[in-house]
């Protein structure tokens, strides 16, 4: 009988009753927030550093684009009148009256301090409705000049952002950049001969988001060196690469080697580049000082050439590297005459070549 009775009355009740659900705050897409300048609790070397690194966290959140964001300023004039507090430290109950006020569903505040050499930040966000600290993000750093990158790890991260996944970002976006760098090193140069001396590396690279193209060398020196290339990438950190060079020993008047390489270029991060590089000899020359030349048949081996160089972007301007090659091409008995003689054990030449330098960039629009 009971169970009939509530069977008949559910409709009924069911027409006068309604369930309001409302989703989690940090579930839905778009919330309306507002950042309340950050409290000093002592110097830090910058004037108004609240206000500033309020700021910076603004111009970022916005650029995020995950938050709904409330100009800062117009907030402040908000609490002024309100008389509520603006340093920063702002309680549960503040949290919420700001809210129905101003119509924001989270606040952001936090503070700046500085012990010893560190400089502190730590940053909070507040749900309006209840009062509860919603995430919470702290940054440090031992450079002044580096806090307003570290407010951007900051706000990035109360977007959910890690600074790992805000680096990779930061790595892809360098790429969209092109670069005209041109530098110069010091190389040490030697073959199997026995010879070996100093030389002066240059080279010109273009880079942008779709590759590079360079051409370096070895212009003065008893070993020269001239090479071009250029690398596709095929993702946000490593590309294809090939070059083509050629390299004359000049120390002894005996030979030249041609060269194709093909190889990868990787970047790790947009300030690390690391490249491998192998390839046979299209061909080469042997000759005298009384000008008796040998052309010197192909040397396919694969890895009878090879270049290795690291690369680090010390500055946006200035990108250091060290570079390797070896340059190879044998057995070609066969292609010089039998009374002829030449300095090159088994019938080899062979050259290596290292050098460290610079490369200054120019930003390229």
Known sequence: MQYEVLLRMGPLLLSHCSINYRRPLLAQEDIDIAVVEFEEKNG???ENAGRIVAEWTVTELKRVGKYRIQERLLLNRVLEEQQLMLSGVIDSDQAVEIGEL?????????SVMQVGATISVTGRMINVRNGEVLKTASISTTELSELEREIVILANALCDISRNQWEVREDIARKDIGRLEVGAGLGYLWDNAGYSGLAVQTMVRYRDSWGQLWVDGVPLGGILNLEGGAAFNLGPFWALAVSYGLVSDNLVDYASSTYLNFGVIANPRSNIELGIMLGPSPGGTLWTEDNWEVELSP??????NYSLWAGYQMQDDLFLFVKFAGTEIGGFQEDVPENYWHPFGDYEFITGRLSIGGLYSFAVE
């Open 299 to 304: 040397d396919w081996n694969p890895i009878a």
């Open 44 to 46: 830090i070397g910058l």
């Open 102 to 110: 101003y119509g924001v569903d989270a606040l952001v505040t936090g």
